[in-house]
């Protein structure tokens, strides 16, 4: 957001706004000398009122935004009753509120300016730490479609520019913050790099890559994440950061003087010497998980749709081999309520829902005949999870229908969806498409999370194992 008003103006707003705020460390002050008139480019340049031109562009746009904001925050709104602006420069479009009862998206914004606009959004995550923070990756997903990236941090206290924008000479693929240290931002890139930013510092640096790494990845990163390491293992307990990649490679970074690596996946050929391969000879890796409550044990999918289960204490061979996916497993998600059960979404048009004793799909959910690209459990319910094609969202609520979605809301004209991530502490789901949007939608009359809910998702997986028979 840009203000086009007096500089005389603008400085007595930025010191009477300043004098208010007591709760910040005061940062630089450009002194200028009594004896000569302010000059415009000084005021405008220092750091005392870009700080304070910050603020004030927070709070205008809170005023702004202050009927959605309260939506995703879910306080209390009157049903019928105008709330917020679809367009912030026009106040007389107005939408209200419906009072409907059957479930729905309602969308509230979107997370979008000018730098970002028109670049595919890749990748999401959210802060560990701070609920309102959102990091979001912007990089083409074809070889012939690349240009440079971007990751972005967004804020929910200023809904129309990023906090921070780092520009990334390849496009970003993925990226993830880190729970113990939730100012670190780790990006994967399109060209096989790893890089590692500080979110408090501005400078456009990270502040660890891996290009000078000799075993840096060669290929594009598909996804990244830390993961708390357990000290069973042998190793130093604390977070680790884990990549997968186009070239067969699941690997662990420690940070120690630099980004330094190891391979993590290997199998056994199945001879009796157990020679040990890459999962590369088989098929480039495309995405992994991690069980919420261990971190001895992942998934990996691969672009042949194969779903490995492996060990992190025997690495030379995987433990079992998930086949039902005819095409690239695009994204696993293990069950937040349910330590053994899993989704995976894939290329060819299915998602399947896994028990992990089990090597056979339980259940399959296909709506379309689109590639799904990312799913996600809902953070709140144990029967509900969502997912997008290019095409559509789709929510699904399996204690409703496990043949239809209950919610299904399409794509605009000419524009891709690319990613789903549900908010925290709030009913909302955040979904990221081609244009360079991230548009945010109030989820309106989905079951709540009950703790009967996972006996019934049980119940449901029983069922239909008994009815297979």
């Known amino acids: 957001m840009h203000f086009e008003v007096d500089i005389c103006v603008l400085h007595l707003i930025s010191d009477l706004f300043s004098s208010t705020v007591t709760d910040l460390d005061r940062l630089s002050v450009v002194h200028i000398p009594d004896d000569r008139e302010p000059d415009g480019k000084e005021i405008l340049q220092s750091e005392k009122f870009q700080q304070d031109l910050f603020i004030m562009e927070r709070v205008v746009v809170e005023n702004i935004f202050q009927g959605k904001l309260a939506a995703y925050r879910q306080l209390t709104v ?22 409907v009862t059957s479930p729905s ?50 804020s929910l206290k200023n809904t129309t520019w990023p906090e921070r924008i780092y520009h990334c ?80 490679r699941i690997t ?22 157990k020679k040990e391969a890459f999962i590369s000879r088989q098929a480039p890796g495309m995405c992994f998980d991690f069980p919420p409550m261990d971190s001895n044990i992942y998934l990996a999918g691969t672009e042949e749709g194969l779903i490995h289960k492996c060990s992190c204490s025997y ?20 069950s937040p309520f349910c330590a053994d059960v899993f989704l995976s979404c894939s290329a060819d048009w299915c998602i399947h829902l896994w028990r992990q004793d089990i090597l056979t799909p339980v259940l399959t959910f296909s709506a379309t005949t689109n590639a799904v690209h990312d799913i996600m459990w809902s953070p709140t319910s144990p029967l509900v999870f969502g997912a997008v094609n290019e095409n559509r969202v789709e929510i699904w609520d399996l204690s409703v229908s496990t043949l239809d979605p209950i919610i299904v809301s399409s794509a605009n004209p000419g524009v891709k969806l690319t990613t789903l991530l549900f908010a925290r502490n709030t009913d909302c789901v955040l979904i990221g498409d081609s244009d360079g949007q991230v548009s945010v939608y109030t989820l309106r009359n989905v079951s709540c999370g009950e703790a009967s809910q996972v006996n019934a998702l049980y119940e449901l997986i029983e069922a239909t194992l008994a009815s297979q028979l």
């Open 252 to 273: 662990r970074w420690h940070i120690r003087k630099g980004l330094d690596c190891s391979d993590r996946l290997k199998k056994s050929t199945g001879e009796k010497e």
């Open 169 to 248: 000479e390849s496009g970003v693929t993925a990226l993830d913050f880190s729970a113990s240290s939730p100012n670190l931002l780790a990006v994967g890139m399109y060209n096989g790099t790893v890089a590692i930013y500080n979110v408090q510092n501005k400078e456009n640096v990270p502040v660890l890559d891996s290009s000078d790494n000799p075993n840096k990845h060669t290929c594009p990163v598909w996804q990244v994440k830390w993961i708390e390491q357990d000290s069973s293992l042998g190793e130093d307990k604390g977070e680790i950061l884990v990549s997968i990649c186009a070239d067969g």
């Open 315 to 334: 690495n030379e061979q995987f433990l079992d081999t998930y086949r039902a996916h005819k095409g690239p497993v695009y994204k696993l998600a293990w």
């Open 78 to 99: 009157i049903i019928g009753v105008p709330i917020y602006f679809t367009d912030p420069e026009a106040a007389d479009d107005t939408e209200v509120i419906p009072n």
């Open 105 to 154: 998206l309602d969308r509230l914004w979107s997370f979008v300016c000018e730098v970002t606009k028109g670049h595919n959004v890749s990748s999401t995550s959210w802060n560990k730490k701070n609920p309102d923070l959102l990091a979001v990756g912007y990089g083409q997903f074809g070889y012939k479609e690349q240009k440079g990236g971007l990751a972005c941090c967004w």
